[in-house]
């Protein structure tokens, strides 16, 4: 394997990259439809109850339909992944990380392929799709590098052998969430499975299509079945039952607070025949905030801000969801940032506009319901508004400016185009404020004052913090990412420490 290396972007301003996304485009389309199967060991299952997914951006353009797994598919699945974990596990980690490092090798020579399915079913525009693409590539290369890397330790001691060595657990459950459907799904499965567990996939309903050419590319790559199950199902169903039988070893789970503390909560109950504690990673959402003082580059700042909260339509649980400025220059960043977000287009993914549909109709309620419940909480100073456009799910990007710390425009992640202002008297301020939420997963500051960007290094209490820069697009192996406080267990996906989490420790003493 060469040594590891980020994956670069494309660069769409070219002619010729455009034209090989639209080419692309042309190629998915065509494929758009069809019944996607369960995966189970060996075995490609077609059920009749079925997950419809369609293009957010056109609702009447069916992506696929992906069979839906029953309980009694949660339990094929877990034995199919014990039957293959013995295997598995006994391979030499040199040989598991080549076939993962394969798996990325062929999702990037399908880059743009795999990208125009995110923009189609995911609702993505070209540059977050094609980013998504390359971040699920990145993660199965970082962490087959990772994986050769976790030697033996090995202690002398007077007439001794002490050695100890990291050993994989057995099978385990990733629950991915719908907003990076490959990236994640990718990150979240590769990692436990080339430290030599087996897993249950069962993706996100709102994607399960871009799962299953991922499970596609996992068989051409040569991993063995078993290794990786794949069952989409109702969460409340399918998920509970894989969550709760005793012989599921861990789960990895990104998704809202909400349902990471279910998991949090049902993993810790030992059922009969169990004979270890599930171990539950959860990475579960913030409500992040950039902090923007008066002796910063206004400008860059509110470019920054647009891209954090717009991004993805702000579909990202590192979005930046509070604005929080100084009171010198309060009134002069919220013109930038609203005169900067007021020439964001909206329209279709496929089309590459900057602003698409949020994921799913449910979602899109969801948020002009919070819209409407912030209008007495802040003032809406742009957007906020449905656009209709071909039955798609599009809302106008959203500013609210006058919110008070403690609205629920300021603690409730809505997962959506909302951005809230917050006026703060000073520095000192804008840190409490920054703080004073449950969550704790990213933030940023703009500032060209040293004692200020130290300060933030200290007290501003998130896992990811940015400065001077946008507050999203974390790079596996250079920013590993995962947040504190109700934010999730701080897993740090793409970071060194990663695969430990699905390993343990076994030391072995030999009298010589």
Request: net charge negative.
């Amino acid at each position: 394997m060469e040594g590891f290396r980020t994956e670069p972007y494309t660069d769409f301003s070219e002619p010729g990259p455009r034209a090989r996304y639209e080419s692309a485009l042309a190629v998915v389309e065509r494929q758009l439809g069809k019944v996607v199967p369960l995966v189970i060991g060996p075995d490609r299952i077609i059920t009749d109850g079925l997950i419809r997914s369609v293009d957010p951006s056109r609702p009447e353009l069916e992506v696929g339909k992906a069979s839906s797994g029953t309980v009694a598919h949660v339990g094929q699945a877990l034995d199919a992944a014990w039957a293959a974990f013995p295997d598995w596990a006994a391979r030499p980690a040199e040989e598991r990380a080549r076939l993962v490092c394969r798996v990325g090798d062929l999702i990037a020579s399908r880059k743009l392929e795999m990208a125009a399915w995110q923009s189609f079913e995911a609702g993505k525009n070209w540059v977050e799709a094609e980013a998504d693409v390359a971040e699920a590539i990145d993660f199965c290369h970082y962490y087959a590098h990772q994986a050769v890397e976790m030697e033996v330790e090995t202690y002398d001691s007077p007439g001794e052998r002490n050695d100890s060595f990291l050993i994989p657990m057995g099978a385990g459950v990733v629950i991915p969430p719908w907003n990076f459907p490959l990236a994640i799904l990718a990150g979240m499965t590769m990692g436990p499975v080339v430290a030599g567990n087996t897993v249950v996939l069962k993706p996100a309903s709102a994607t399960p299509v871009i799962g299953s050419k991922f499970m596609e590319i996992v068989a051409e790559a040569g991993i063995p079945p078993g290794v990786i199950n794949y069952l989409p199902g109702p969460g409340s169903e399918i998920g509970d039952a894989l969550v709760d039988d005793p012989r599921t070893r861990f789960i990895n789970f990104t998704g809202s607070k909400e349902v990471g503390l279910r998991i949090a909560e049902r993993a810790a109950v030992v059922h009969p025949g169990q004979q270890w504690l599930k171990r539950a990673f959860t990475e579960m959402g913030g409500k992040d905030a950039l902090i923007v003082d008066e002796t910063a580059d206004l400008e860059a700042a509110a470019k920054a801000v647009v891209v954090s909260a717009f991004g993805y339509q702000g579909q990202k649980c590192s979005a930046c969801s509070r604005l929080i400025v100084v009171e010198a220059i309060h009134d002069r960043v919220l013109d930038l940032v609203v005169a900067e977000a007021a020439g964001l287009e909206v329209g279709p993914a496929v089309a590459n506009h900057p602003v698409g549909p949020v994921i799913t109709e449910v979602q899109h309620r969801m948020i002009l319901d919070e819209i409407e419940r912030g209008r007495s909480e802040g003032r809406l100073v742009l957007g906020g508004n449905p656009i209709d456009l071909e039955g798609g799910y599009y809302i106008e990007p959203a500013i609210f400016s006058e919110v008070r710390p403690e609205a629920r425009l300021a603690q409730h992640e809505i997962f959506g185009p909302v951005l809230a202002v917050i006026r703060a008297t000073d520095f000192d301020a804008a840190i409490d404020v920054a703080n004073g939420t449950d969550f704790g997963l990213t933030g940023g500051l703009f500032s060209q004052d040293r004692h200020r960007i130290e300060r933030a290094r200290r007290e501003f209490h998130v896992g990811n913090l940015y400065v001077n820069r946008k507050i999203t697009g974390a790079l596996v192996g250079i920013q590993p990412f995962g947040g504190f406080k109700m934010s999730g267990s701080n897993a740090k996906a793409g970071g060194p420490d990663y695969l430990r989490l699905f390993m343990e420790m076994k030391t072995v003493a030999e009298r010589l």
